[in-house]
Nanobody, 111 residues
Framework: VHLVESGGGLVQPGGSLRLSCAAS????????MTWYRQAPGKERELVAR????????YYLDSVKGRFTISRDNGKNTVYLQMNSLKYEDTAVYYCRGSGAWGQGTQVTVSS
């Protein structure tokens, strides 16, 4: 199982980023996929989850209405569209699926 995140970076408050997680080594369309994040000095927290065919999603309360999780089973990729970013969204964002973790991608919200 291999998960590779991309799309992180430095963005100003109010800005947007789109994270991607490319998956391989397992039957992607059979698994729910989850984005987590971990800020410095804090525990890793679940940000968003999407069911195997994308019909069901779940969001952390603090990102509802700002973040959107989606997936393309044809491309074995899950996305996290992040809008109206806030300072407190700064963290390393991880993708998880089939029991595996990606390496993470840094998102920094700063003016």
């Amino acid at each position: 199982v291999h998960l590779v995140e991309s799309g992180g970076g430095l963005v100003q408050p109010g800005g947007s980023l789109r994270l991607s997680c490319a998956a391989s080594g397992f039957s992607f369309s059979s698994y729910s996929m989850t984005w987590y994040r971990q800020a410095p000095g804090k525990e890793r927290e679940l940000v968003a989850r999407i069911s195997d065919v994308g019909g069901t999603t779940y969001y952390l309360d603090s990102v509802k209405g700002r973040f959107t999780i989606s997936r393309d089973n044809g491309k074995n990729t899950v996305y996290l569209q992040m809008n109206s970013l806030k300072y407190e969204d700064t963290a390393v964002y991880y993708c998880r699926g089939s029991g595996a973790w990606g390496q993470g991608t840094q998102v920094t919200v700063s003016s």
